[in-house]
Structure formats: structure tokens, C-alpha cells
């Protein structure tokens, strides 16, 4: 999957994500939503309407960082019995942790220190997985797509939100030129991660999407699988099933 792209260059993906999400946690729900025009909550919203139609009960929000997509299904009436993110950042879930205290929802959504590569749940276990723009940070891929996987019931459905490459013009211009020359600018000025808001970018670039991205997915145990671009390309949300 060619180059490993790192926040800092300076040891493995998976540590260094960590820290980076650990020192942006304080800012990170204001810049996604600043730096998307709240387009993400719409984004998170067709996820949402997708996970809705298979009623799950036992739902697993893989790479949960602050719980904006756990606290978006619970907002939007997802009838399950629980939701359990899990994340490597401590940083995130604490932010995560304090949000859920605020609406009162510590039983519907309970948040644990986890990673996709490791999950500490056992075989068969979730009605449905989501991850919204955590795939892309996973340190090995495959491994994380066949744990997530794994946890899933025959037959559950896994949903993944990413950042995919528009292809067309002029998004694809436009879209280039805010994430590679004015994010960074912004991102670093307030989130005080230099690094952060750069390896952003580089980070969907040297990412699969598409048929790519499907084709791992096939790749590493799902069936029924299905990609579906949004705004143009900029994002996608990616479907696949266990087998039964
Ligand atoms: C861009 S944030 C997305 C957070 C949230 N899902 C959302 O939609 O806002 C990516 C998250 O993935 C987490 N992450 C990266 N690698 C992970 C791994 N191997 N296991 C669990 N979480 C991981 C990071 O700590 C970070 O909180």
C-alpha cells in the first residue's frame, strides 16, 4: 500500500496517532466541524440512517475519539441497547467521556481504551460496527479490518466513513488546495500540533479509496460491499458484510 505516512516521523503510525490525537483532543471536535462547515455531521448523519436500517442492539464505534458519531446515533434514535466506542487516545475518550456525562447518556454509550487491531471483545459479538475517519490511521490496515470483523455477527454489516479523492474537476482543485494550503495554516494555529493538520492530507492521499479501498475489504473477509461517495467524492462511506 506503498509509503507509511506518520504524524511525526519519528517512531510507529500507531504510537505517534495516539499522541498526535492525544494533543489535539481539546480542539479537535471545534476544527472538524469548522474545517468541513458541519459537512461531516451531515456525512455522519447518512452513516447513521444506513446503521438505523439494520436495527442493531449491540453496536461498536471503532476509533470513537470524542464519541461525535456514537452521540449522533443516540440523537437521531438509534434504538440499540448500547453502543461501546473504543480508541487508542486517552486524550479523545476523555473529551468523549465528558460529552456523554453532559447529555446524561453514560449507559446508552460507554466508552473503553481499545485498539482496532486488537479489539478486547470476543468473536460474533456486535449486530454492526461503524468508523468514521479512523481507518485511515490504523497502523495495519488488513489487520484492523479483519479484527473489526471478526467481532462482527454472521451476517453483520460494517460501516466506514472515510476521506476519499475526488476525482472531478473543479472539486478536486478546490478540494486540493483547502486541505493541502489552508488547513495546515489554521490547524496549527489552533490546535498548536504543528504536524497534525499537515499529515491530514498526506495522509488521504497515500490512501485507498474507492474501488481500492473495497477490493481490501473484500480482501480481508467482507461481502456485500458497497461504496458510496459523498460530496462529489470528498468522503465515502464504505459498506460491507460478514459472511453468514
Ligand atoms: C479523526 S479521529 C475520528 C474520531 C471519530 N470517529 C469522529 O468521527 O470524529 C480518528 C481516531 O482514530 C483513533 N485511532 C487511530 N488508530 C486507532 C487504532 N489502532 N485503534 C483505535 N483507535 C484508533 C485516533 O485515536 C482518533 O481518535
Redesign the pocket.
Same mark, same amino acid.
Given at each position: 500500500m506503498g509509503t507509511t505516512v506518520k504524524p511525526y516521523n519519528a517512531g510507529g503510525k500507531?504510537e505517534e #496517532? !495516539?499522541q498526535m490525537?492525544d494533543n489535539i483532543a481539546h480542539s479537535y471536535d471545534f476544527l472538524?466541524h469548522a474545517f468541513s462547515f458541519g459537512i461531516d455531521i451531515l456525512w455522519?448523519k447518512k452513516a447513521i440512517k444506513i446503521l438505523k436500517k439494520e436495527n442493531p442492539k449491540l453496536v461498536l *464505534?471503532? @476509533?470513537? +475519539?470524542?464519541a *461525535?458519531?456514537a452521540l449522533e446515533a443516540v440523537r437521531m434514535d438509534l434504538n440499540a441497547d448500547q453502543i461501546i466506542g473504543? &480508541?487508542? $487516545?486517552e486524550g479523545?475518550l476523555e473529551v468523549g467521556r465528558k460529552k456523554i456525562a453532559d447529555k446524561g447518556w453514560q449507559q446508552k454509550v460507554v466508552l473503553k481504551r +481499545? &485498539? $482496532? !487491531?486488537n479489539l478486547p471483545f470476543d468473536s460474533n459479538s456486535f449486530d454492526a460496527y461503524t #468508523? @468514521?475517519? +479512523?481507518v485511515r490511521?490504523? !497502523?495495519n490496515l488488513e489487520k +484492523?479490518l479483519s479484527e473489526m470483523n471478526r467481532v462482527l455477527k454472521p451476517g453483520a454489516l460494517g460501516i466506514v466513513l472515510e476521506f476519499s479523492k475526488p476525482k472531478k474537476f473543479p472539486i478536486k482543485q478546490l478540494f486540493s488546495f483547502y486541505f493541502k494550503f489552508i488547513m495546515p495554516v489554521i490547524g496549527k494555529l489552533i490546535s498548536k500540533d504543528k504536524r497534525a493538520y499537515e499529515y491530514l492530507p498526506e495522509s488521504v492521499q497515500a490512501f485507498p479509496s474507492g474501488n481500492d479501498f473495497e477490493n481490501i475489504m473484500i480482501k480481508t473477509g467482507y461481502v456485500d460491499t458497497k461504496v458510496i461517495p459523498l460530496s462529489g467524492g470528498i468522503a465515502s462511506i464504505y459498506l460491507g458484510r460478514k459472511p453468514r
Open positions: 500507531k #496517532v !495516539e490525537f472538524n455522519r *464505534d471503532v @476509533a470513537t +475519539g470524542t *461525535d458519531f473504543v &480508541d487508542i $487516545s479523545m +481499545g &485498539d $482496532s !487491531e #468508523v @468514521a475517519f +479512523g490511521n490504523f !497502523e +484492523g
